[in-house]
């Protein structure tokens, strides 16, 4: 009997079977606790669901190619429950460098099906974020991004430029993506701003504190404060202080 063909589609399902049968009742309680209504999850910790991710990586490339992970990568990000889409992103992670534009429109793609920050962030900070880094006209869709309806989206082009900024990038951009978003209400937006503002002052606080006192009496306080949280205390004090 000539065996079948294994699909995309048949892994994902294995890969599906497998974190939906041996992860742990209690602790996806708690993460659903913690999450509320916006995910479901199978109750997997992190350094677990990155060994066996890993090893599935592994296997599958070995067998199939990295056009096919790809593949299955893309049916994994697909669902709703949590920990098949940071399996997606656990399968790709650390291998931008042999992805390219077709890559970084698929995971683009992805973005309108985030449900939760933790979903967010691992796709832009591990997979999106690297490749606008070593491609910096990539910048041009983090632009469009920030103007998008949908709170993803925007917190998307904050945290696209962390990796970048860590590499003393962005400077320039990253001011004017933060002028762009600093009225932004929606607290995930403002907190992806502070997150790429505070890695900006470590990376950079001879430039990035002069910004931070320009826009500290606009600027919403969880910005503010997030921004700082690495600075001295004597800098941080100055920037939080109520403007006179």
């Avoid at 669902?79 to 940071?86: A, D, I, S």
């Avoid at 970084?104 to 832009?124: C, K, Q, T």
């Avoid at 990539?138 to 945290?159: E, I, L, N, Q, Y």
């Avoid at 969880?222 to 690495?230: F, K, M, N, Y």
Wanted: charged fraction near 30%.
């Amino acid at each position: 009997m000539t065996p079948r063909r294994r699909s995309p589609e048949s892994i994902a399902a294995e890969i599906r079977h497998l974190l939906r049968n041996d992860g742990s009742a209690e602790h996806a309680d708690g993460v659903q606790w913690f999450f509320k209504d916006e995910i479901k999850s199978h109750g997997w910790y992190t350094a677990g669901l990155r060994s066996v991710a890993v090893r599935f990586r592994r296997r599958i490339r070995k067998e199939f190619g990295l056009d096919f992970l790809l593949r299955v990568a893309d049916k994994l990000f697909a669902g709703r429950v949590l920990e098949e889409k940071v399996f997606a992103v656990f399968l790709l992670e650390k291998m931008t460098e042999e992805f390219d534009d077709a890559e970084f429109r698929l995971f683009e793609s992805w973005l309108p099906r985030i449900s939760s920050w933790a979903d967010h962030d691992g796709l832009v900070h591990y997979l999106i974020a690297p490749m606008v880094a070593s491609k910096p006209d990539r910048t041009a869709r983090v632009f469009r991004w920030a103007k998008s309806p949908d709170r993803w989206h925007r917190r998307a082009a904050c945290v696209a430029l962390i990796q970048g900024t860590r590499r003393k990038m962005f400077f320039f951009e990253i001011r004017r993506l933060s002028d762009l978003l600093l009225s932004d209400e929606d607290d995930m937006v403002q907190k992806g701003l502070g997150w790429l503002l505070r890695e900006t002052a470590k990376a950079d606080a001879k430039r990035t504190v002069p910004y931070l006192m320009s826009i500290r009496k606009q600027a919403p306080r969880l910005v503010l404060r997030t921004a700082c949280e690495t600075l001295p205390p004597g800098v941080r004090n100055k920037i939080l202080a109520k403007p006179v």
